[in-house]
């Protein structure tokens, strides 16, 4: 079983940054695209960054466009989103996920997926 594991989420102030950390086995993330989705309170899970299993960015929301970059370090067997210029619309559930064909945006083509983190932004 493929267990993916986030971490890095809090509270931060408007303009403030976080990175996110999504950890998981080294054969996990060099076999696997993987991906960055968040949610918010009622509304369905949507689609923020993903990452090919050779380490290249495949896709970027454009809601976060200039501000997030999803990266990886496969020898510590994570899986990382930097966000910057950070803004309360933000604020959401952070979830990693792997499994899809490269450059999916649907949350339905990830076959694992972690626990989420929260991401608070203040004004």
């Known amino acids: 079983q493929v267990q993916l594991v986030e971490s890095g989420g809090g509270l931060v102030q408007a303009g403030g940054s976080l990175r996110l950390s999504c950890v998981a086995s080294?054969?996990?993330?060099?076999?696997?695209?993987m991906g960055w989705f968040r949610q918010f309170p009622g509304k369905a899970r949507e689609f923020v960054a993903s990452?090919?299993?050779?380490?290249?960015?495949?896709g970027i929301a454009d809601s976060v466009k200039g501000r997030f970059t999803i990266s990886r370090d496969a020898a510590e067997n994570t899986v990382y989103l930097q966000m910057n210029s950070l803004t309360p619309d933000d604020t959401a559930v952070y979830y990693c996920?792997?499994?899809?064909?490269?450059?999916?945006?649907?949350?339905?083509?990830?076959?694992?997926w972690g626990q989420g983190t929260q991401v608070t932004v203040s004004s």
């Open positions: 996920a792997a499994g899809a064909r490269v450059g999916s945006y649907s949350p339905r083509d990830y076959r694992y």
């Open positions: 080294r054969r996990t993330i060099l076999s696997n695209n």
């Open positions: 990452i090919s299993f050779i380490g290249e960015s495949t």
